[in-house]
């Protein structure tokens, strides 16, 4: 992904992501009331989101009035590899360890999270 979105424009995406449907204008306004946004807000958003191509309107629907559906161009999987690259090379210098090692320091990792960490590596990372 070569836009980088904010934080708010990313809670608008975990909605597409959540979904797994096109999405309309109304639709979207759910952030309204579950986020206290206002209806300019949740526009703005949307179409910022548009405009770096994160999302794009979807083809084949019949338009009814002004009714446009939306569908995110980049999986969420996809979404979060790009950011966690960008912040580890942003704060980390690129390096893992460096991150786990702070996130230690920082007492944000439990005994318990280094246990499934450590049982992660030892089956060759595949699991979740």
């Given at each position: 992904?070569?836009?980088?979105i904010s934080g708010r424009e990313h809670e ?29 807000t949740v526009q703005t958003y949307m179409v ?81």
């Open positions: 992904m070569n836009q980088r608008m995406m975990r909605l597409f992501w959540r979904e797994r449907r096109p999405l309309t204008f109304t639709d979207l306004r759910e952030l309204e009331r579950t986020n206290g946004w206002k209806k300019s910022r989101l548009r405009d770096k191509g994160v999302i794009a309107a979807v083809d084949g629907f019949e338009r009814k009035g002004d009714v446009t559906r939306y569908i995110p161009t980049v999986a969420e999987e996809a979404f979060l590899l790009d950011e966690s690259a960008s912040m580890l090379d942003k704060l980390f210098e690129g390096s893992a360890l460096k991150m786990v090692a702070a996130l230690r320091r920082g007492g944000r990792l439990s005994d318990a999270d280094i246990a499934e960490l450590r049982e992660f590596f030892l089956a060759g990372g595949d699991g979740e």
